[in-house]
T-cell receptor, first 109, second 117 residues
Framework: GQNIDQPTEMTATEGAIVQINCTYQTSGFNGLFWYQQHAGEAPTFLSYNVLDGLEEKGRFSSFLSRSKGYSYLLLKELQMKDSASYLCAVMDSNYQLIWGAGTKLIIKP | GAVVSQHPSWVICKSGTSVKIECRSLDFQATTMFWYRQFPKQSLMLMATSNEGSKATYEQGVEKDKFLINHASLTLSTLTVTSAHPEDSSFYIC?????????????FGPGTRLTVL
């Protein structure tokens, strides 16, 4: 079956760095997405990786290793507004998104 | 660019009534739109994939006669929850994929919160 695993909840301190991991097993691979979702709102796009390596976009970076079925989202200089759920999603061979359950990130002052 | 709207943002209805939710891609054409449902503290659950001009493809366990999907144009898909019951109360989110795009990103609407009394 298809499976996306990510931690349920993480806590970090304002100004610090946090890494959210995601491992996946899917039928085919057409890219991995990270989305941010604040409570009561729809997800917003953060990053897309289809090749191995690190993609940097401001305070957020995303890494992918296809051979290991592994990705991480790295958030630097954490701000209180970064408190949200972070969703990992993999697009399978049918171009359908398989979603992880999301990681709730709590930022403390 | 790549804006998706949903209407209404929230709706409260009585049990047994039908509710229609609209999803529009405002500045691009979307051959494919997706309908998701999200219960509190849970991840997105894909309900169906909607392709313009053809029947929607429903995920296992989703009743197609209860959740009617129409994708009549490249910018509009509708989800109708027929004979809604309290257990249908949820956050419904649509997303759209731009036609002909090599980039597989889905653009999400803001969601519709449905409460069935």
């Amino acid at each position: 079956g298809q499976n996306i695993d990510q931690p349920t909840e993480m806590t970090a301190t304002e100004g610090a760095i946090v890494q959210i991991n995601c491992t996946y097993q899917t039928s085919g691979f057409n890219g991995l997405f990270w989305y941010q979702q604040h409570a009561g709102e729809a997800p917003t796009f953060l990053s897309y990786n289809v090749l191995d390596g690190l993609e940097e976009k401001g305070r957020f970076s995303s890494f992918l290793s296809r051979s290991k079925g592994y990705s991480y989202l790295l958030l630097k200089e954490l701000q209180m507004k970064d408190s949200a759920s972070y969703l990992c999603a993999v697009m399978d061979s049918n171009y359908q998104l398989i979603w992880g359950a999301g990681t709730k990130l709590i930022i403390k002052p | 660019g790549a804006v998706v709207s949903q209407h209404p943002s929230w709706v409260i209805c009585k049990s047994g009534t039908s509710v229609k939710i609209e999803c529009r891609s405002l500045d691009f054409q979307a051959t494919t739109m997706f309908w998701y449902r999200q219960f509190p503290k849970q991840s997105l659950m894909l309900m169906a994939t909607s392709n313009e001009g053809s029947k929607a493809t429903y995920e296992q366990g989703v009743e197609k006669d209860k959740f009617l999907i129409n994708h009549a144009s490249l910018t509009l898909s509708t989800l109708t929850v027929t004979s809604a019951h309290p257990e249908d109360s949820s956050f419904y989110i649509c997303s759209a994929r731009e036609s002909g795009s090599d980039y597989n990103e889905q653009f999400f609407g803001p969601g519709t919160r449905l409460t069935v009394l």
